[in-house]
């Protein structure tokens, strides 16, 4: 392994081969349709241009949306205000339970109030920066634009915004930028915007526009005539399995960090959804793409079930560091000054704490591997408030960050205000997804995309509070305007019918599928493969990659699956609550899911954002991107041979040059 | 650490349910109440014995999924800690620790520890809302909202909506989770437009759903949000209000 590279690596003949046995290089495609108008003008020339269905025709329309987060439950609330038939499917009681309830730092916007030198421009600029050339420029364009609406459309359904002493809406700073445009409220933002979207979702189904499944899990996509022509699904109840056809299919079904088991994703989040799309043809984009957050809670015990994170908006006050001397065990309070290391300060002085996440991370790592880790496992660095405090009082830290320290008194037993806490890297965000043209559609025509489950907005490293945003625009901006642009072509089409054979075949494929798992009859439960699988993924796909260590994670994976089917257990019975079933299928799919992250991975023969490949590292020990020959989204197929195709969305940047991302 | 589980097995909702021991070793001070199931799970499975179904999801606090009921007590020893906070230092090594499902007469048993607490949802359902359409709301920063206000809003909208509060109580009311939303609403210079409709109809719900308040108060203890008990008072407020005022807002 060489430390600084010149020119392209020539990829080993071990890795080359392993690569070519498991895909083939399949043909460009383009996410969007190519026009002559500028990116920061593509929106609203796009939106000049859908089709529309008129008010009348519009319940003629029946669409599916998989998923009540921020995405789902408003582009269900949004369509069901329109006028259509929407059902919508959770496998939450209740929609308010959707992950996106967890979040806590903030929603940014581009809303350019302050002096502080904020626009449109500057938010794309920071977030195709921040995701190192790998996200779709014009995307990036209608994130920031309907970001204002967000933001209004948000507070008046309910969500109380933090705001300032005179009034008006307040803001602060988050990773990756040097402007004030996250709006937050507390340390509770993903709370109040998921319960103010599943209230207006509730307000839908009150109204008979909205039909909403709770309990229900999407097993399949079925595909008529090569278009999404409705789900099945299983009631996690009764274990009924059930088919249900729609005009239009939309996924807003997560993201799929939990491969890592060890993540601060709800523990119930999964890729299942996608990937069973995947399986009927929609291709998976970027799948190597997973964002390590750098203030997450270490792993202090073996049972651990997740890894909870710490906003990252702590990092606005708290000051990070390690000792200077590996393996010092003083009580950190008695460390001093001198002995101190502010890495991050250090290493990035202009942005200092508030790099982006992926460099905080992999700053974090160099120092946990260099042997200067703290805590009782040398696992973690600290995040410390003395100084905050101090300059700033108790009172102030407690107002802003008051619940966050709770929870990690809480989840520590340690009082952080007294205390520097303990955070480290921890599987967090997939930027990578099913991936979907400029209009949310994947390659399956009449699917669509949206939230985290996609992929365009974030490239290789999505800036903190850019996620619910992407959420909230989808749901509620994006896919209102796109979804009735492909339905209005199908005007006078009945909706497929459910004695079709695809339906009949996609409903026996899924009654196979839940047999095949029963039918194993092994000796361990689900939950022990996945930490398996999470514990291999950390080492092998984790912070920081090589080719090496991805073949051989390849074959680990591809073993584990093997064991996986041969010995997997799944106690109980079908037709009822069974969540070991439930189980079961997340983690028959994780397997495959991981090895076509490895494998995607050890392809991508570059670094960007938090795709770290150790061959590809300048001097300094950042990541060197490869535009020459990676400037494209990998958007991957499965082929009938259960190989992949691997095909390419070249990527443009017109408003946003290329250039080298740099935060000294 | 070594503990007596004695948790309430019950198949479905149809099926009886009766108590039953199980002996959990090599947990530490350090688990979660939730991390203790799914090491006892584990165990269970690799005896070929089924494990217990319980709810839970984000294990943050923050979900409202997670709920059961641990020595009579919603959630568990701990004051305002969900389930998934509640950790095995509350409980002497050796001791005998009972779990059961959220008592109510509203929540029917899914399964083992899980319930059914669709019946918070169907009081939102009934008016917790803003009649709001996407596109169509004025700028944010048009309204002014003084910073005690929304830091009001927000204390009131902090429910999780895990339901502790009505398997609290001896009646089995939902008023404080009630209060909380219509307060919380009614802070909130867009959403009032429909406040007195609102709260008739989410109390006329409610009543229907759950028992009646008679302010024991039992509830603001276990409430994993801090909502505090006059949030309940709110329910009489907003009701009284819609009374005397015979309109919508
Ligand atoms: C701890 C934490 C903190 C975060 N903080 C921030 C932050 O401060 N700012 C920010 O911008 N982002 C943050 N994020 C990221 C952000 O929360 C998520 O990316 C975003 O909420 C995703 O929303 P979503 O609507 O796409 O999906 P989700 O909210 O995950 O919703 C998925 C939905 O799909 C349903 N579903 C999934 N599969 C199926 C299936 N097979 N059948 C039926 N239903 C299914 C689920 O029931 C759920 O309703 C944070 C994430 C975490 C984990
Ligand atoms: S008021 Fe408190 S106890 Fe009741 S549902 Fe809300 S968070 Fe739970
Ligand atoms: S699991 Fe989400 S609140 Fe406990």
């Known amino acids: 392994m060489t430390l600084a590279d010149t020119g392209t690596r020539v990829r080993p003949a071990a890795e080359a081969q392993l690569l070519d046995g498991l895909r083939t290089i399949g043909s460009d495609i383009a996410g969007m349709i190519p026009s002559d108008v500028p990116a920061a003008e593509f929106w609203t020339d796009r939106k000049l241009h859908y089709k529309l269905v008129s008010p009348l025709n519009r319940r003629k329309f029946t669409v599916i949306v998989v998923g009540t987060g921020l995405a789902g439950a408003g582009c269900a609330a949004a369509l069901g205000e329109l006028g259509y038939n929407v059902e919508a499917f959770t496998f939450h009681d209740a929609p308010r339970r959707a992950h996106s309830v967890a979040a806590q730092g903030g929603i940014n916007a581009a809303r350019g109030r302050k002096v502080d030198g904020d626009s449109l421009a500057r938010f794309v600029k920071d977030t195709i920066k921040g995701g190192d050339f790998r996200a779709r420029e014009v995307d990036a364009w209608r994130l920031a634009e309907e970001s204002i609406r967000v933001i209004d459309h948000m507070d008046a359904i309910g969500a109380p915004f933090a705001r300032e002493y005179g009034g008006q809406l307040a803001t602060r700073s988050f990773g990756g930028v040097q402007v004030s445009r996250t709006y937050y409220t507390r340390g509770q933002t993903g709370q109040q915007l998921q319960v103010a979207a599943s209230q207006a979702l509730l307000r839908q189904v009150a109204r008979g526009s909205v039909n909403l499944h709770t309990r229900t899990e999407m097993l399949d996509l079925i595909v008529e005539d090569g278009r999404a022509a409705g789900i099945v699904a299983r009631n996690l109840i009764t274990g009924e399995i059930t088919a249900h056809t729609a005009h239009a299919v939309v996924l807003a079904t997560g993201g799929y960090g939990n491969v890592f088991f060890k993540s601060t994703l709800a523990k119930n989040s999964n890729v299942t959804a996608a990937f069973r799309a995947h399986r009927r043809g929609a291709y998976f984009a970027n799948p190597a793409f997973i964002q390590f957050h750098p203030t997450s809670l270490p792993v202090s015990s073996e049972w651990q079930s997740k890894t909870i994170l710490m906003s990252e908006s702590l990092r606005n006050d708290g000051r990070i560091w390690v000792p200077k001397t590996p393996g010092d065990t003083r009580d950190p309070n008695t460390i001093p000054e001198e002995e101190r290391d502010y890495y991050l300060e250090r290493r990035y002085p202009a942005f200092g704490n508030l790099t982006p996440r992926d460099v905080a991370s992999r700053a974090a790592r160099d120092e946990i591997v260099a042997g200067r880790g703290v805590g009782p496992l040398k696992n973690a660095v600290y995040l410390d408030f003395r100084d905050a405090i101090g300059r700033l009082g108790r009172k102030v830290i407690e107002e802003r960050y008051g619940n966050l320290f709770e929870m990690y008194t809480d989840a520590t037993g340690e009082d952080p205000y007294v205390v520097p806490m303990r955070i480290a890297p921890g599987a967090h965000f997939a930027m990578g997804g099913l991936w979907n043209d400029y209009d949310q559609m994947t390659s399956i025509p009449g699917l669509f995309v949206g939230g985290e489950a996609g992929w365009g907005y974030h490239g290789a490293n999505r800036l903190g509070a850019n996620s619910l945003l992407s959420a909230c625009v989808d749901g509620w901006f994006t896919l209102p305007y796109a979804v009735p642009h492909y339905l209005a072509d199908l005007l006078g089409s009945p909706k497929p019918a459910l004695d079709a054979p695809e339906v009949a075949g996609a409903l026996d494929d899924a009654r196979g599928g839940v047999e095949r798992l029963t039918a194993i009859g092994g000796t361990q439960g689900p939950d022990r493969f996945h930490r398996r699988l999470g514990d291999l993924l950390y080492q092998h796909c984790g912070v920081s990659r090589d080719g090496e260590l991805l073949a051989e994670g390849i074959r680990s994976v591809q073993a584990l699956r093997e064991e996986f089917w041969s010995d997997l257990r799944v106690q109980g019975q079908t037709d009822g609550f069974n969540q070991e079933l439930e189980r079961a299928g997340r983690v028959a799919d994780y397997l495959d899911m991981a090895e076509l992250m490895c494998l995607d991975a050890l392809d991508r023969d570059e670094s960007c954002g938090a795709h770290f490949r150790t061959e590809h590292q300048h001097p300094d020990g950042e990541a060197k991107r490869d535009d020459e020959n990676w400037r494209f989204a990998s958007a991957w197929e499965r082929g009938a041979d259960g190989r992949y195709i691997r095909h390419q969305e070249p990527l443009e940047f017109v408003s946003v040059p290329l250039e080298t991302r740099n935060y000294k | ?249």
């Open chain 2, 1 to 249: 650490m070594k503990l007596t589980l004695q948790i309430w097995r019950q198949d479905s909702a149809a099926s009886e349910g009766h108590y039953e021991d199980y002996l959990l070793v090599g947990a530490g001070p350090e688990f979660t109440l939730l991390e203790a199931l799914d090491k006892l799970n584990d165990q269970l499975v690799s005896e070929g014995k089924e494990p217990v179904a319980f709810d839970s999801d984000c294990r943050e606090g923050i979900c409202g999924s997670c709920g059961i009921t641990v020595d009579g007590r919603p959630h568990g020893p701990v004051e305002k800690t969900p389930s998934c906070r509640q950790h095995l230092r509350s409980f002497a090594d050796g001791s005998t620790v009972r779990l059961e499902p959220f008592r109510n007469g509203s929540y029917r048993v899914v399964r083992d520890l899980a319930v059914d607490r669709s019946g918070l949802d169907r009081i939102i359902k009934a008016g917790g809302y803003a009649s709001i359409d996407a596109g169509t709301a004025p700028d944010a920063d048009a309204h002014h909202l003084t910073h005690e206000k929304a830091e009001y809003a927000l204390d009131m909208a902090a429910c999780i909506g895990c339901g502790a509060c009505v398997a609290a109580c001896p009646n089995g009311s939902a008023n404080l989770y009630v209060g909380a939303k219509l307060l919380h609403l009614a802070t909130m210079p867009s959403t009032k437009a429909e406040r007195s409709t609102r709260a008739k109809e989410m109390v006329r719900v409610a009543e229907e759903e759950f028992g009646p308040c008679s302010l024991y108060g039992e509830c603001v203890d276990v409430c994993p949000a801090g909502i505090p008990i006059t949030a309940i008072a709110g329910v009489n407020r907003e009701k009284l209000r819609q009374v005397l005022r015979g309109m919508a807002d």
